[in-house]
């Protein structure tokens, strides 16, 4: 079976005063379409250069980006970006914001009413018909997350791309906002790959987690299938052996890195370095 997005054996070297910099080596990952995927690692490890060059923010030096059969060698519609920290337009109330999306990509293919319509559409899926009117400044943290995921949501892309999006948000909120992520991707059964540093919000939320080595010439170091029925009640899962067990293989893998020495790693080693996952993670753009 063809992948729906192949990321083909990527790597990237950067210039530096002290000579070039290889971030990644030879990552090599092929997701099907409706898959969620997590990205978990120590910081550093260049879970954020993966996603940037998946939106094509950035060029591989090696290898490439291949979305239903086409390289990705720029942004595009087709892949929109959710970041920790809102990038809304704080001029602009929570309709226009996502409306300027909307706009954007279907002004000159749909009438004014079906992109009103879709606005709207999007806003309700993530609960904030209520606020329409509201600037950026009126809402909350967490509010201000579901307008970002309803402006990328309402542009229709192939893949979403979410880097570590709940990570400045309170527990209650960030739950709250799992949830609302799980009810939108079982409706839309659209392909997300996510960023996180959250060991339970990867086993929750995800299809597969990618777990990364540590940097600098980073790679895939595992992949873990997560084996478990949906809709996931994150209640009955806290007594579940299985989930239990997902669990502690990606603290497991996480701890045996930062427990060695600083020493670059092949993906088939099991061993690796780094140092521990940081509380959040600000978009490397």
Known sequence: MNSYLNIDHISITFPT????????????????????ISLIGHSGCGKSTVLNIVAGLLNATEGGVILEEKEVREPGPDRAVVFQHHT????????????????????KTWSKQKRDEWTRHNLELVHMSHALDRRPDEISGGMKQRVGIARALAMEPKVLLM??????????????????????QARLKNTVIMITHDVDEAVLLSDRIIMMTNGPAATIGEILSIDLPRPRDRLALAEDLKYNHYRAEVVKFLHERHAQPDVPTPSSDKFGDGEEPALSLVANI
Do not use: C
Request: net charge negative; glycine share 6%; proline share 5%.
């Open 163 to 184: 880097d570590e999006p709940f990570g400045a948000l309170d527990s209650l909120t960030r739950t709250h906002m799992q949830d609302s992520l799980m009810e939108i």
């Open 88 to 107: 809304l337009m704080p001029w602009l109330n929570v309709y226009d914001n996502v409306r300027l999306a909307v706009d954007q990509v279907f002004k």
């Open 17 to 36: 005063g002290k000579g070039p910099l290889n971030v990644l080596n030879s990552v090599n990952l092929k997701v099907q379409k409706g898959e969620f």
